[in-house]
């Protein structure tokens, strides 16, 4: 085996530093992308749950006008 000089472990290190760095890249752009979605999730529940709870306000002041007008 041939012996290794100074510049064949440098290379190799920046080799090294350059493969981690683009794997932690890869590795934060997974957990963003999972991060959107669950935030996506909870924006459509909370619209929903927030839909639900204008309905039953609505129905609530129409029985309150029901009653109002037939003098309850």
Known sequence: ???RTKADRQAAAKKGAATR???AAEKSG???KRSG???G???ISTAGSLGGAVKQG???VASRVGAVRKGR
Do not use: I
């Open 1 to 3: 085996m041939a012996k």
């Open 21 to 23: 760095q683009r794997e």
């Open 30 to 32: 997974a957990e963003a």
């Open 37 to 39: 979605k669950s935030a």
């Open 41 to 43: 999730k909870a924006a």
């Open 58 to 60: 609505a129905k609530a």
